[in-house]
């Protein structure tokens, strides 16, 4: 998986740094300690991320006896796509779809409208999960019937939204069974 396209270490800690602050919204600041240890993240790191957060309104740090970091809004008005904007900038997989500018052939590439779409599907995910979602029980435990757990992004019946250009899976048929 060496060229796996992925979120990088920024923004996954950044998210688990959210996600501690979160669990601790209305309460007492939390120590950048606090959410190193518990994370397993090291503290200059995180205090890099948690610069970045600040400079972006996501977090607000507290001074004095009793200080720390919170969140700046409530955690189920801060969707994952700000989080990830502030650590790791445009969510486009590939330069051109930010920046026509980036390549000279994005007028004429075949593939561009692909990773616009591509680009707009994993926006529409990240735009509706919030870090609450993350936090609540109901989320990590959402199931239907026949235990199969569903995202924020399924439909009540279980049925899961259709990312542009996917196709549907069919089951097949076995043999000997009817």
């Given at each position: 998986?060496d060229?796996?396209m ?5 923004g996954?800690?950044?998210l688990?740094?959210m ?10 600041p939390v120590l950048?300690?606090?959410v190193?240890?518990?994370q ?6 995180l205090h ?7 400079s972006?309104?996501l977090?607000?740090s507290?001074?004095g006896?009793g ?5 700046a809004r ?6 994952l796509?700000e989080?990830l904007?502030?650590?790791e900038?445009?969510?486009s997989?590939?330069?051109?779809v930010?920046?026509k ?8 590439c075949?593939?561009r409208r692909?990773?616009?779409e591509?680009a707009g599907a994993?926006e529409?995910?990240?735009?509706n999960?919030t870090?609450?979602?993350l936090?609540?029980?109901?989320h990590?435990?959402r199931?239907?019937?026949?235990g199969k757990q569903?995202g924020?992004w399924?439909?009540t019946d279980?049925r899961?939204s ?5 196709p ?5 048929p076995t043999?000997?069974?009817?």
């Amino acid at each position: 998986m060496d060229n796996a396209m992925q979120v990088s270490t920024r923004g996954r800690y950044g998210l688990r740094a959210m996600f501690e602050l979160a669990r601790g919204f209305g309460q007492a600041p939390v120590l950048m300690s606090t959410v190193a240890e518990r994370q397993g993240l090291s503290r200059k790191y995180l205090h890099t991320l948690l610069t970045a957060l600040k400079s972006a309104g996501l977090v607000r740090s507290v001074r004095g006896a009793g200080g720390g970091f919170v969140l700046a809004r409530p955690p189920a008005e801060i969707k994952l796509s700000e989080v990830l904007r502030a650590l790791e900038g445009p969510l486009s997989l590939v330069d051109c779809v930010a920046d026509k500018r980036a390549c000279d052939r994005s007028n004429h590439c075949p593939a561009r409208r692909v990773w616009q779409e591509l680009a707009g599907a994993v926006e529409n995910v990240l735009d509706n999960v919030t870090i609450a979602d993350l936090v609540s029980p109901q989320h990590r435990k959402r199931s239907r019937p026949g235990g199969k757990q569903r995202g924020p992004w399924s439909h009540t019946d279980g049925r899961r939204s259709k990312l542009p250009g996917t196709p549907r899976r069919t089951r097949r048929p076995t043999a000997g069974k009817t």
